[in-house]
RNA sequence: GGGGAGAUACCAAAGUGGCCAACUGGGGCAGACUGUAAAUCUGCUGGCGUACGCCUUCGUAGGUUCGAAUCCUGCUCUCCCCA
């Protein structure tokens, strides 16, 4: 058992759990920072771990593959060890590049061909293949080869594509059971539900991905051009067949009000490049709201970045001065705003944790979400 | 004192009779960003208007012309060379 759950809401499908891997034992719900080449961008391990309290990071199997590739990570003993990260890790499979740079790929039953975006290079991700990818790679949690469709694809090929993902999905785990992790500790395997926005084709990936009983489930597919009110529906029909004592992985969400709105709705882990991606782009989460601290209006402001914040530069810069750094183009600018935003993404999932076991999640979600969703 | 070059919007810099409210770059202002091809990308940047548009602009004062940032004259200022 890798889950265990340990207290529920009363008022919605939020709950809080703990899920253990051989790197350490991660309380759910969680937000996880995205470190797709081996680096979350601008942020020191030390950080990560003392100031923004990372239990878990992501890395991503394609980009990995190409750079630094397979055999320096295999030399080093895997990727925690050449990144020097002892805490948990997850790979995605590739499967959000097949989305992502769908210009250069071809899908065939088969698997996935890639031309390389750094030099033009052909590679062919299968699903077995791309299993093995990820044992080498090591992480705790491995994903499986999906392909990720629109939000806006049409119900016939978001079906075709299911049935694909479903035949790879298939694939993956026969694979994956005949296969050992390299580095003594153990792998977990998720599958990827995904289905569009069609909510029997989310029903028929979610049964079919349950009948192989895997160690946690991602829904996927979300937060990629659908309304949002679609993927919270798509999210609610999924609740009642996926099983309960298994970790639940909404993947690549979101905003802090959606990933409240996903707690509320029974998800146990997110990630999202926001944090950091807007971050480096002058945008700041707080708990009043929404900041573009490139704005004019905060030219003067010598308050603190955020009053309400925990990391160190919530206590230490001001808006006037990350403003300044901002516009001057200074690095530093990139570093703090996105310090700032894994640490608050951190705080909100903790803060939730903590009305979920104290049992007013509900009511306070509603409150929070509203402010969080404001313009500053 | 003599000779030469030049003055264009916040800055730099194109434009040398109508296609010019004026290329382009910088700066400024704003927006976007959701399993990272992103320390990126987009828009606006004389005034009013959502917009067709209207009004005021290319040192300054006049002039030529149907029409001038562009041609002519005076003036002011700047830079370079010689003495």
Not at 89 to 103: C, K, Y
Not at 231 to 248: A, S, T
Not at 275 to 302: C, H, Q, S, V
Request: aromatic share 10%; proline share 4%; net charge neutral.
């Amino acid at each position: 058992m890798i889950f265990e759950k340990i207290a529920q809401d009363a008022q919605s499908n939020a709950r809080c759990g703990l899920i253990y891997t051989n790197h350490g034992v991660i309380e759910t719900p969680i937000f996880m920072p995205v470190g797709t080449i081996g680096s979350v961008k601008g942020i020191y391990h030390k950080d990560l771990k003392e100031d923004i309290n990372a239990q878990i990071i992501l890395g991503n199997t394609y980009h990995l593959f190409l750079r630094p590739g397979l055999n320096i990570i295999n030399k080093a003993g895997g990727l925690h060890k050449f990144i020097s990260w002892d805490k948990p890790m997850l790979t995605d499979s590739g499967g959000f590049q097949v989305f992502s740079l769908a210009a250069n790929r071809k899908i065939t039953e088969e698997g996935c061909t890639f031309r390389s975006h750094i030099d033009g290079s052909k590679h062919t991700f299968t699903p077995e293949n791309n299993v093995d990818t990820q044992r080498m790679i090591g992480a705790d949690i491995i994903m499986a080869l999906d392909e990720c469709t629109p939000g806006d694809a049409e119900h016939s090929y978001a079906l075709k594509s299911l049935k694909l993902t479903q035949r790879w999905l298939e694939r993956c785990v026969t694979h994956f059971d005949n296969t050992q992790p390299l580095y003594g500790y153990k792998q977990f395997f998720f599958p990827i539900v995904q289905g569009c926005v069609y909510p029997d084709l989310r029903k028929m990936a979610a049964e079919h991905a349950v009948s192989l009983n895997r160690d946690g489930y991602a829904i996927g597919g979300l937060s990629v051009g659908e309304p949002t009110e679609k993927m919270y529906e798509m999210i609610e029909v999924l609740h009642p067949l996926l099983p309960l004592d298994k970790p639940r992985y909404l993947m690549g969400v979101g905003t802090p009000a959606n990933i409240l709105e996903g707690i509320a709705r029974g998800i146990d882990m997110f990630d999202c490049v926001m944090p950091t991606r807007n971050g480096r782009n002058g945008m700041l989460f707080t708990w009043e709201g929404m900041i573009n601290i490139r704005n004019k209006k905060w030219a003067e402001d010598f308050s603190l970045i955020d009053s309400l914040g925990t990391s160190f530069v919530d206590r230490t810069y001001t808006k006037a001065y990350l403003r300044h750094l901002f516009v001057a183009g200074e690095m530093l600018a990139a570093q703090i705003a996105s310090e700032h935003n894994l640490a608050f993404y951190l705080s909100v999932v903790k803060e939730a944790r903590m009305h979920i076991k104290a049992g007013d999640f509900a009511t306070w979600k509603t409150v929070a979400v509203k402010k969080l969703e404001t313009k500053l």
